[in-house]
């Protein structure tokens, strides 16, 4: 392989877990963990795979539109990626609470119709959110990716903006579908006591708004040693996470990790147990 596509596919897998948004990944997996509660295994993964690609077109396709605006000369993105980042961390903490103490808004039309949008484009949306606040992290790796290619040949250009996107999304695959197969095993064994499920998902969606919050909001609001003290954690969570995607994780590994969960899943569907036999309402006579 070109080595300026192993560079692009590496860069696309590192920017997933830039420490400007990686808190957002416990949100997506708890996303994934408590959807769709009724479903069986397969229904799960096949959601989980289209959900990765969505939040791989919405993540991409904001580093592609803002290569575009930043190189017209718009230089309003840096004034607003701090209030985004602050209102998109407030809005984690509302949901996350909302499931953590199981409550459920009035159902309003504004309300009812924010939650189909969100039930169909929610992934592609929450790619979007992801990947507008991680611009002033990420979209100079992207613009790296794709100005290497282009350096050394302008016919890799496609393939090298192709390999990037594929580096994301493998690492999104692997998530959603490592969360749905995780929840759907959680589920057969908690029976009915699947609600805790949720709000185990809720704390994990609140806390990442608490960083997302915090991270974006020291730009905007005073200091605090203790603030310091969690973002330099998260900090070193996410370089440890790009380290080991960037030395430890090839390709080929990625794509053996995306087909062990699927043998996973699998594996997990047979185990389920046959639905009893129908009873006949006919009697032999």
């Known amino acids: 392989m070109e080595p300026a596509l192993v560079f692009a596919f590496t860069a696309g897998a590192v920017a997933t877990v830039n420490p400007c948004g990686f808190a957002l990944l ?3 997996f708890a996303r994934q963990l408590a959807a769709r509660p009724g479903e069986d295994v397969a229904r799960r993964v096949l959601r989980a795979v289209a959900s990765g690609l969505a939040t791989t077109a919405g993540f991409v396709g904001v580093f592609a539109l803002a290569a575009v605006v930043i190189g017209s000369g718009a230089a309003w993105i840096g004034a607003v990626l701090p209030w985004a980042g602050v209102a998109l961390g407030g809005g984690l903490i509302a949901a996350g609470a909302l499931w953590l103490f199981d409550l459920r808004l009035p159902g309003l039309p504004a309300v009812n119709g924010c939650r189909r949008v969100c039930g169909r484009y929610g992934a592609f949306g929450f790619g ?10 990420s979209l100079p790796v992207f613009v790296a990716a794709a100005g290497a290619a282009f350096a050394a040949r302008p016919t890799l250009l496609a393939a090298n903006v192709l390999a990037y996107v594929a580096g994301a999304a493998s690492v999104w695959l692997v998530i959603a579908l490592l969360a749905a197969v995780s929840g759907a095993a959680a589920l057969a064994g ?11 998902s809720g704390a994990l969606v609140a806390l990442a708004g608490i960083y997302v919050f915090l991270f974006w909001g020291q730009l905007l609001f005073a200091d605090a040693p203790w603030m310091r003290e969690i973002l330099d954690r998260g900090g070193a969570i996410s370089a440890g996470l790009a380290r080991f995607l960037s030395d430890g994780v090839s390709p080929a590994g990625l794509l053996l990790a995306l087909a062990g969960v699927l043998l996973l899943a699998w594996w997990l569907r ?8 129908r009873r006949s309402d006919t009697h032999e006579t």
């Not at 979007?128 to 606040?133: D, E």
């Open 26 to 28: 416990p949100a997506w």
């Open 128 to 137: 979007l959110s992801y990947g507008f606040i991680s611009l002033s992290c």
């Open 190 to 200: 908690l029976g009915r006591r699947a609600r805790g499920l949720r709000r185990f």
């Open 270 to 277: 047979l185990l389920r147990p046959a639905p009893p036999a």
